[in-house]
């Protein structure tokens, strides 16, 4: 059962309790660029009490570094060390896990963030970004070469998608049965500033269709990110805490990481999802209605 929490003891008990907080990000500090009330001074109040600090978002829009970019524009202390993207999870399972040969290529649907991690893993990529697959004109097979070095068609969160980038993509899968079909993450919807947006798993959906396989994904809840975080920091599960908005990624991956869950309701999960009759399988540990009400517990 999830525990509401509602007064000042109640967030002072969980920053007693946690030593490390992760949080996730679109939907629980920011929609699109619109910062979430309180956010800042609930940060700064987590520093103040020397907890450590990650973000751990399935956004594969940005790399490490765009996102500290992001931060400073929007008056968030963070370091670039401190960030763990499904971008650079992408790339270290590439590199890391699937060992891509460096002669093989990966095919992209996604944009610069995501093609940023690839190059500084080294990966060597086509499509995304590039000018000649970001058209509306009509594709037709016998005007496209696939590359023969292509060894990976990987889908992010691409909002300039399209018939060509789907069909070179779909090539590559369906006439390589090697070529390995990943995607960053596959959130259904994506919380913007001004309401739901299709999400990263809406852009690799059109391949599953016509492929009939299903990618293997990279994001949250797979442990992928939480083995990224591992290889470079030391914590205790026990008093970890993970903090986000959507169940079947956030919470998920909190509880396959037999970490503590914190869900806010500022992103995509209703309360109705979390108690009463319709209430989810995946229960958080604790909810709240925004990660800003740990202000409460500012002294
Ligand atoms: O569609 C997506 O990729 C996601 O909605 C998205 O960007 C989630 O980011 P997170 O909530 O993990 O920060
Ligand atoms: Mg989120």
């Given at each position: 059962m999830a525990k509401r929490l509602v007064s000042a003891g109640d967030y002072e008990q969980l920053l007693s309790k946690y030593?490390?907080?992760?949080?996730?990000?679109?939907?629980?500090?920011?929609?699109?660029?619109?910062?979430?009330?309180g956010?800042?001074q609930v940060?700064?109040l987590?520093?103040?009490?020397?907890?450590?600090?990650?973000?751990?978002?399935?956004?594969?829009?940005?790399?490490?570094?765009?996102?500290?970019?992001?931060?400073?524009?929007?008056?968030?202390?963070?370091?670039?060390?401190?960030?763990?993207?499904?971008?650079?999870?992408?790339?270290?399972?590439?590199?890391?896990?699937?060992?891509?040969?460096?002669?093989?290529?990966?095919?992209?649907?996604?944009?610069?963030?995501?093609?940023?991690?690839?190059?500084?893993?080294?990966?060597?990529?086509?499509?995304?970004?590039?000018?000649?697959?970001?058209?509306?004109?009509?594709?037709?097979?016998?005007?496209?070469?696939?590359?023969?070095?292509?060894?990976?068609?990987?889908?992010?969160?691409?909002?300039?998608?399209?018939?060509?980038?789907?069909?070179?993509?779909?090539?590559?899968?369906?006439?390589?049965?090697?070529?390995?079909?990943?995607?960053?993450?596959?959130?259904?919807?994506?919380?913007?500033?001004?309401?739901?947006?299709?999400?990263?798993?809406?852009?690799?959906?059109?391949?599953?269709?016509?492929?009939?396989?299903?990618?293997?994904?990279?994001?949250?809840?797979?442990?992928?990110?939480?083995?990224?975080?591992?290889?470079?920091?030391?914590?205790?599960?026990?008093?970890?805490i993970?903090?986000?908005?959507?169940?079947?990624?956030?919470?998920?991956?909190?509880?396959?990481?037999?970490?503590a869950?914190l869900l806010v309701l500022?992103?995509?999960?209703?309360e109705?999802?979390?108690v009463?009759?319709?209430?989810?399988?995946?229960?958080p540990d604790y909810f709240t209605d925004s990660l800003g009400d740990l202000r409460a517990a500012i002294p």
């Open positions: 030593d490390t907080w992760l949080f996730d990000c679109d939907g629980v500090l920011w929609q699109g660029d619109r910062l979430i009330d956010v800042p940060l700064d987590l520093r103040s009490r020397n907890k450590k600090i990650f973000f751990v978002t399935n956004n594969a829009t940005k790399s490490r570094k765009n996102y500290k970019t992001k931060f400073d524009k929007l008056g968030i202390e963070a370091q670039v060390d401190e960030v763990f993207g499904s971008a650079y999870a992408a790339a270290v399972y590439i590199s890391s896990i699937m060992k891509l040969p460096k002669e093989k290529k990966v095919y992209v649907i996604g944009m610069k963030g995501l093609e940023e991690e690839l190059e500084e893993e080294g990966i060597s990529h086509l499509g995304g970004t590039d000018p000649a697959d970001n058209t509306l004109n009509e594709f037709h097979l016998k005007n496209f070469t696939p590359d023969p070095e292509v060894g990976a068609v990987l889908c992010g969160l691409d909002t300039s998608v399209n018939y060509t980038k789907l069909s070179k993509a779909f090539t590559y899968l369906r006439r390589n049965k090697d070529c390995a079909f990943l995607a960053t993450n596959i959130d259904s919807t994506y919380p913007s500033a001004e309401g739901l947006l299709p999400g990263a798993g809406s852009i690799s959906a059109p391949l599953q269709c016509a492929l009939g396989r299903s990618p293997i994904s990279i994001g949250k809840p797979a442990e992928t990110m939480l083995d990224c975080i591992r290889a470079k920091y030391r914590f205790d599960p026990e008093r970890t993970m903090v986000g908005d959507r169940l079947n990624t956030d919470i998920e991956f909190g509880k396959r990481g037999s970490l869950t500022t992103g995509i999960t209703h109705s999802e979390v009463g009759p319709n209430a989810s399988a995946t229960v």
